[in-house]
């Protein structure tokens, strides 16, 4: 298969849907020879936050000269994202050749009457074939869906990660917060060190399966902590404090914006001082340059574009929030970055996400709203999703093209109003395509957002 062949082939398999569960994913894996153990690995889940300390942990190992893969999900733009080494996406010649090797095992399997993977299985199986042949040290792989159950879940990390615990998914994790814990839990191999920020029960659920497998659990807040510093829309400044490692005399620098970043980046101190234990590449110094020049796109991504009007430029924030614990870390970034700005809000949100609650969180009443669809079949009508905006704002613009609706969205903003968008991953990636295409920077071409393993 050429790259539009094996993306053709995928899309064949997103009928089969979510199923979860890990007999497919480890059947085909056995038939690829089991690529997953040929290199360490570090498993990362957790409802937010788990794409950025994935992408900062990469950062540390390619710092620290160590030949690295990364594994994430969903993309912005092109499949090709979901699968890197030492910073690269994977080419699409290399994308379709993993695709065309795991295919033939996937037939087999059919052949042999066994049930066909999904396509994020399909997707796993070809990062860790294309991990093995590239001969990486090390994989940072991000779980798709949940932990338990997940394809990605076939691995015996250095150390597992679990950002934090709120309640999306529930229906497929027993219904409740303490199920979706259970479910994170899931990750936890015996032995193998967990790290976390997860709070309250679910951090007790964490806390008892990690001694079921006598795995040692590192709390941020308890265990470490960090303390932030000097913000920026350039970048933010942080102080990493722990009982195994001491105080940091000198601040962190960390390119990526939020106080939700701080914490994230703590985790990863924390987790790379484990992977210094086997490996003395990993120190302070690398870690500090890799948290400096870790960039990850549509998180509280701070743009500029020329301003419709006579201001000289306009100021744009790409955010990759989709659910209200992503609509909170928005608000609570856009109040401490931007507190005095009058904002307009370009907003696309799936009907199946908690539509009123994440508009709540983050549309304030005096805000200009722009409302258009995300390129979903899962989107919120744009009649309903004006309806419930008028609910909490009063000026709210509904624009069905996406591009027509950012040429309005900076129209109303002019350069005197601070311009965010965000509400679905399947919006923001074809937008930020256009605002870097204003910008005069260069864009990526390539697909939409897959709506199998994707948005979670």
């Known amino acids: 298969m050429n790259y539009t062949e094996s993306l053709a082939y995928l899309d064949s398999l997103s009928v089969f849907g979510v199923r979860l569960g890990l007999a497919r994913i480890q059947r085909l894996l056995e038939l690829l020879g089991n690529p997953q153990d040929r290199y360490r690995t570090i498993h990362v889940t957790g409802t937010n936050g788990k794409g950025s300390v994935s992408a900062m942990l990469a950062r540390v190992l390619q710092q620290s000269s160590i030949h690295a893969g990364l594994y994430i999900s969903p993309h912005l733009v092109s499949y090709t994202e979901r699968m890197q080494v030492d910073g690269q996406p994977i080419s699409e010649a290399d994308f379709a050749e993993s695709m065309t090797v795991v295919r033939v095992f996937i037939e087999q399997m059919m052949a042999e009457g066994e049930e066909c993977p999904t396509q994020f299985e399909a997707l796993t199986a070809a990062a860790f074939y294309y991990f093995a042949k590239k001969n990486v040290e090390y994989a940072v792989i991000e779980v798709g869906l949940g932990g338990l159950l997940d394809s990605t879940n076939v691995i015996t990390p250095e150390v597992s990660i679990i950002t934090n615990v709120t309640l999306e998914h529930a229906k497929l994790c027993v219904g409740t917060l303490a199920g979706v814990a259970h479910h994170k839990a899931g990750i936890i191999k015996d032995g193998v060190p967990v790290v976390t920020a997860a709070k309250g029960t679910t951090l007790d659920i964490i806390r008892e399966t990690a001694a079921t497998h006598n795995a040692d659990i590192f709390v941020e807040g308890e265990d470490f902590s960090v303390t932030g510093g000097d913000i920026s829309p350039r970048g933010q400044q942080f102080f990493f404090s722990s009982m195994l490692v001491g105080v940091s005399r000198d601040p962190y620098e960390l390119h990526l914006l939020g106080a939700h970043q701080v914490e994230n980046a ?110 979903s079949d899962r989107a919120e009508t744009l009649p309903v ?57 260069e864009a990526r071409h390539g697909q939409k957002v897959s709506e199998t393993g994707s948005e979670k």
Not at 409 to 427: D, K, M, P, Q, T
């Open 266 to 375: 703590g985790l990863v101190i924390m987790a790379a001082y484990f992977l210094h234990n086997i490996d003395s590449r990993i120190d302070e110094s690398t870690m500090r340059e890799a948290l400096r020049l870790t960039e990850w796109p549509g998180r509280f991504e701070v743009l500029e574009v020329p301003a419709v009007g006579e201001s000289d430029d306009q100021i744009v924030v790409v955010d990759g929030a989709h659910n209200p614990a992503g609509m909170k870390t928005l608000r609570r970034g856009l109040d401490d970055y931007f507190p005095t700005a009058p904002r307009v809000l370009l907003l696309g949100i799936l009907h199946d996400k908690a539509v009123n609650d994440m508009l709540n969180i983050l549309v304030r009443p005096d805000d200009i709203v722009v409302v258009t669809p995300p390129q």
């Open 385 to 441: 999703l004006e309806e419930k905006a008028k609910a909490v704002c009063h000026h709210v613009e509904a624009v069905a093209d996406n591009g027509a609706a950012l040429e309005r969205a900076l129209v109303l903003a002019g350069g005197e109003r601070l311009l965010v968008a965000a509400g679905s991953l399947y919006l923001i990636g074809g937008l930020r395509q256009l605002i870097l295409g204003k910008a005069g920077k």
